[in-house]
């Protein structure tokens, strides 16, 4: 199949809807980016990569990052990472207190905020104050490139104004699901999901989710077949929040989205898939990218049903 053409065919449809939707100006630094920017990127499982538009601009991959540090936890705690964060979907707002109390402190899956801020206690716990610099190591890893760093201005405007998630981390630690000091695991939290990376490098890093673990160009190995597949299965029931449904009924992939306006999608055994547009639904997802990735898989009948 033609995937340039496809791609031009998306670029020119999305067009109309560039500039809906509102960036996350709830976080200062994020509050002034250009709503109409657009890119998308896709690499293949042989190496082979197809572009359209801004795909070498920088931006913060936010909650995409919650990814990464899933597998480094995974990887380390295994099945007993499960005992402190679950696998269901939340249906509520990703940042939400209130399902946390009445589930007794314990989030419903690692890519809520609550999840991830565990999942960054428990990395915390065996990395200590390298847990950011291992976290960003594996991400150049996965990418197969040094070119990666952490927007240190949008870092520090999320712990100057992080207040909802501290007060998830230290309602976890009322409920004895954290283990360490609150502030040294945020800001290792804050800093993950303050990596700029750009479509190419996002649509890399994540090669390994299509080929069972191992990526298919380096042929390292980052997790096992198993583990792939269960981060694959989460991805695409607690990826997009509570609009994880709507994405997999108008997309079909696994997928994770960021508030900075990136998405990344996985076709297991063939590709990885990443898109960048910042203004955002009212459920916290690339507005222009969900759009530009039920295109893809409408365009391709590359969805996993």
Request: charged share 20%.
């Amino acid at each position: 199949m033609d995937y340039q053409s496809v791609l031009e065919e998306i670029y020119e449809e999305i067009q109309p809807l560039l500039g809906e939707g509102k960036v996350a100006d709830y976080i200062p630094a994020l509050a002034q980016i250009d709503p109409k920017q657009f890119g998308m990127s896709i690499t293949c499982n042989d190496g082979t990569t197809y572009n359209i538009g801004l795909t070498k601009t920088k931006f913060s991959i936010q909650s995409i990052s919650k990814v990464y540090g899933f597998t480094l936890a995974l990887r380390t705690y295994q099945k007993e990472l499960y005992t402190r964060v679950w696998r269901e979907p939340s249906g509520d707002p990703f940042n939400s207190l209130v399902q946390l109390e009445y589930e007794a402190g314990i989030p419903r899956n690692p890519f809520i905020n609550a999840g991830a801020i565990v999942v960054s206690d428990a990395l915390y716990s065996r990395y200590q104050d390298q847990t950011l610099h291992e976290l960003l190591s594996f991400v150049k890893d996965s990418a197969d490139t040094q070119d990666i760093t952490i927007d240190k201005t949008v870092a520090t405007s999320e712990m100057e104004h992080g207040f909802r998630n501290m007060s998830l981390a230290n309602l976890m630690k009322s409920f004895g699901n954290f283990n360490n000091e609150v502030t040294p695991v945020l800001e290792a939290y804050f800093g993950q999901c303050s990596i700029a990376m750009n479509t190419q490098e996002l649509s890399r890093s994540m090669l390994y989710l299509a080929n069972n673990g191992t990526d298919p160009i380096t042929h390292k190995t980052f997790i096992n077949p198993a583990q792939a597949k269960r981060i694959n299965a989460v991805m695409l029931t607690c990826g997009h929040y509570d609009a994880s449904g709507d994405f997999a009924f108008r997309v079909g992939l696994p997928g994770k989205s960021g508030v900075g306006g990136g998405i990344i999608a996985v076709v297991p055994g063939k590709m990885s898939i990443a898109v960048f547009s910042p203004a955002l639904n009212e459920q916290g997802n690339s507005l222009v990218g969900t759009n530009a990735l039920e295109l893809f898989t409408t365009k391709t009948g590359l969805s996993i049903f």
